[in-house]
């Protein structure tokens, strides 16, 4: 098979500056920033403060220093509740609990020191919560409660995108679920049109380099309790942000605590629960089977290894499973020929009614007037034996006997009926570890990997027709933040996701020679691998049909690299840094 490839790569390099005031532009980071000034009660910025924000759930701390102008800085913090405290020689301790990042903002955290003993402390309650006032940017933020509690039909996190502000669906709802990434990608934000979107998980592009079919589409869908939050920002991007002209979707996945939590989860669907169709009832017709049986389970804590490692405040484990099994109910009305034309009896087709089913006798051809030509019919509409051909008797013999006397035609015509289920299989799994090696250096690593299979079409319940799907799909982030100095972060990340798709019919394999067909013709094919051809008779229902993109693979690979500073100097915040991306396309 011919193999086509579409390399494509860009360089993004991201300089942002604050202008009047301290600013720290996040972009379209997984994480959160907190940031702010620390004075003292008659408002005169204090230097060299040392403002530390530790997470409730982990104890896992992140400290700045306040520069020459009072300006702290606290980036790349994991979204969730925050403590954050001060301590200085003459001023008394400052504590405010319950400060909440949240994905892809910057939180304005004003601190103000009042004089006095470090022993004593000022604790901060009952304030007005700390909002975005970095960016005027647009979008939604859905957190872990939102996404464990509204519905989502297809058990699919990414369907919440849209509830956005300017977000349009331009597909079936029914189709959304993590196993459709097409579906799943097909939104239309602020009338930029469909497939027109930038994916990303943890800060990494999880968008597949489908660029030579022309659209963007979501690679991979996490189960929604790997997912702690996401935020899709809709307009209003800055410097940081390319490669779509439509909206951004940033999901941050969950993380372990210092609590082992964990959940299982089951639900089912089934055709079998349901009361019987009326109308399936009065024309003797087969209930469709369908099946949605999904089920999962997610787990997180510390990593302890008795004696060798106690992870408690510093290194932890998360992971999630999401399996689904699902039967999309199809049916199917086909014309197959009977028993008595498999053997050359076409008589019942005489004497019908506005028609004419005569079968004439190609050997008999004769010239006739006006430059046309004339047969003799075969008497009685019957062809002999002696005269069918070995390898059509063989194609007819794949078709099933008629099955449905009650809704075919007086002439035959869909006289077979099925109710074949298509089934599709998922399933999807998410590890991800986080490690403080101190306050000022963190990392986490992070990999997924799942798997898709659907088997459908066999409308004649058999493996003449039908089609097989697969699709895995692997991914991986590590990120590194490190605390160079009092005024500069530096946080390096790498990630790549990959995507396959194969389809091929499920004849793929067929022994062409004990149908008939020339040994020249099965010469050319390669062995175990040719399907049985697709066949289109006239009268008759399709042999062997299929889907396009047809039989074969397409695949996506996509890296990604970005290296970032952020860098107080006054009253500014200066973030800059490059990023590589590579996308390759093949089918």
């Known amino acids: 098979m011919t193999a086509k490839g579409v390399i494509m790569t860009n360089w993004l ?59 702290y800085n606290l980036p790349y913090l994991i979204p969730g509740m925050y403590k954050l405290t001060v301590e200085h020689t003459g001023f008394k301790s400052f504590l405010r609990n319950n400060v ?9 955290v004003p601190i103000s020191l009042e004089i006095g003993a470090v022993t004593e402390t000022v604790e901060v309650r009952d304030t007005t919560p700390a909002l975005e006032t970095t960016n005027a940017s647009l979008g939604l933020v859905m957190d872990q409660r ?57 800060g990494i592009s999880n968008t597949a380099a489908d660029r030579g079919r022309g659209y963007a589409r979501v690679a991979y869908a996490p189960p929604a309790s790997a997912v702690r939050e996401f935020k899709m920002q809709t307009s209003a991007y800055d410097a940081s942000i390319g490669h779509t002209m439509g909206s951004v979707v940033n999901v941050s996945t969950a993380s372990g605590t210092n609590e082992l939590h964990g959940e299982a989860h089951w639900f089912l669907r089934h055709s079998a629960l349901d009361a019987p169709n009326f109308f399936n009832n009065k024309n003797n017709t087969p209930q469709p089977v369908y099946q949605d049986n999904r089920y999962g389970l997610s787990v997180g804590g510390p990593v302890v290894i008795p004696k060798v490692l106690n992870g408690r405040n510093r290194t932890f484990f998360f992971y999630a499973f999401e399996g689904n099994q699902f039967g999309v109910p199809t049916q199917f009305s086909r014309t197959v020929p009977t028993a008595a034309q498999r053997n050359g009896d076409f008589s019942a087709l005489l004497g019908l009614t506005n028609a004419n089913y005569q079968v004439y006798d190609p050997l008999t051809t004769t010239a006739a007037a006006g430059g046309r030509f004339a047969r003799q019919p075969f008497a009685g509409n019957l062809i002999p034996r002696s005269r069918l051909d070995g390898l059509g008797v063989n194609l007819a013999n794949l078709y099933p006997l008629p099955n449905a006397p009650n809704t075919a035609t007086a002439d035959g015509r869909n006289n077979f009926f099925s109710a074949p289920k298509a089934i599709q299989k998922t399933y999807s799994n998410l590890l991800r570890f986080d490690h403080a090696i101190n306050e000022n250096h963190r990392v986490f690593l992070r990999v997924h ?60 394999g067929f022994d062409l020679a004990s149908l008939g067909f020339s040994p020249q013709l099965v010469a050319l094919t390669e062995k175990g691998q040719a399907p049985l051809p697709r066949i289109t008779p006239g009268a008759y229902s399709q042999l062997s049909w299929w889907e396009d993109p047809g039989d074969g693979v397409n695949s996506s690979l ?29 089918n």
């Open 13 to 71: 390099v991201r300089i942002l500056a604050g202008l009047s005031i301290a600013v720290c532009l996040q972009a379209q980071d997984p994480r959160g920033f907190i940031r702010g000034t620390v004075t003292d009660t008659t408002g005169a910025v204090i230097a060299g403060v040392k403002v530390r924000a530790t997470a409730n759930d982990t104890g896992v701390a992140a400290v700045a220093e306040t520069n020459e102008a009072g300006l």
């Open 100 to 108: 909440e990042v949240r994905v892809s903002e910057t939180l304005e």
């Open 146 to 202: 939102r996404i464990s509690e509204l519905p989502q039909r297809g058990a699919n996190p990414l369907e919440l995108t849209l509830l956005a502000p300017g977000v349009a669906n331009t597909t079936n709802l029914r189709l959304r679920k993590s196993m459709a990434p097409e579906a799943t990608s097909d939104i239309s934000a602020d009338g930029a049109g469909r497939y027109n979107n930038e994916f990303q998980i943890d």
């Open 449 to 508: 990997y799942d798997f898709w299979k659907e088997n459908k079409n066999h409308d004649f319940l058999n493996e003449i027709n039908g089609i097989h799907q697969n699709r895995p799909n692997r991914g991986v982030a590590l990120d590194d933040v490190m605390v160079l100095n009092p005024t500069t972060v530096l946080n390096l990340r790498y990630g790549f996701t990959s995507t396959k798709w194969w389809q091929y019919r499920t004849s793929r």
């Open 558 to 586: 996509t890296h990604s690299f970005t290296a970032n500073i952020t860098k107080m100097r006054g009253n500014h915040s200066i973030r800059f840094g490059p990023e590589y991306r590579v996308y390759r396309s093949f």
